[in-house]
């Protein structure tokens, strides 16, 4: 894409084209524009056509988000809410995205997470083997105030 200037209305379809492939967000279509090498102007218009057609929505970006990473990957509200700040996601789509995770669902995940992670798991000693659990599971973004009753 490097070396080729766009036009206005090409940079709009290709725009239009990204964003219909997958929910973005705000902070990866900018990006995208830059890579293309668009004026700032022209970027900002492009967005805001985004936004009026429905191509670019920051909510249900957070929403479809935090559902795919939890369902998928098995994330924690943690490390979602970190990738989304990354992002640059404002705080109260954030909340709205992690809303999508039920608390029956989030516990039944991190229950069978220790499960699995429990057998593939050497250690020397009982404790040992629990603080590489905690370990594992602190990673994929869990907090220790909704592991800590599994390991009591």
């Not at 206005?8 to 725009?15: C, F, L």
């Not at 890579?35 to 009026?52: A, K």
Request: hydrophobic content about 35%; glycine content about 4%; overall charge positive.
């Amino acid at each position: 894409m490097r070396g080729r200037k766009f036009s206005k209305d090409e940079a709009r379809q290709k725009i239009m084209s990204y964003c219909a492939m997958q929910e973005r967000c705000h902070f990866e279509v900018q990006e995208k524009l830059k890579s293309w090498q668009i004026p700032w102007d022209i970027s900002s218009e492009l967005i805001v056509h985004l936004i009026e057609y429905n191509f670019l929505n920051e909510e249900r970006f957070a929403r479809s988000f935090a559902r795919g990473k939890f369902q998928i990957k098995r994330w924690g509200k943690r490390k979602i809410t970190q990738k989304l700040f990354e992002k640059r996601v404002s705080k109260p789509c954030i909340k709205l995205g992690l809303a999508e995770i039920s608390e029956e669902d989030y516990k039944r995940t991190i229950k069978a997470l220790i499960v699995r992670k429990e057998k593939d798991i050497i250690a020397t000693n009982k404790f040992e083997k629990m603080a590489k659990l905690r370990s594992y599971l602190m990673q994929k973004g869990y907090d220790w105030s909704d592991i800590k009753e599994y390991f009591e």
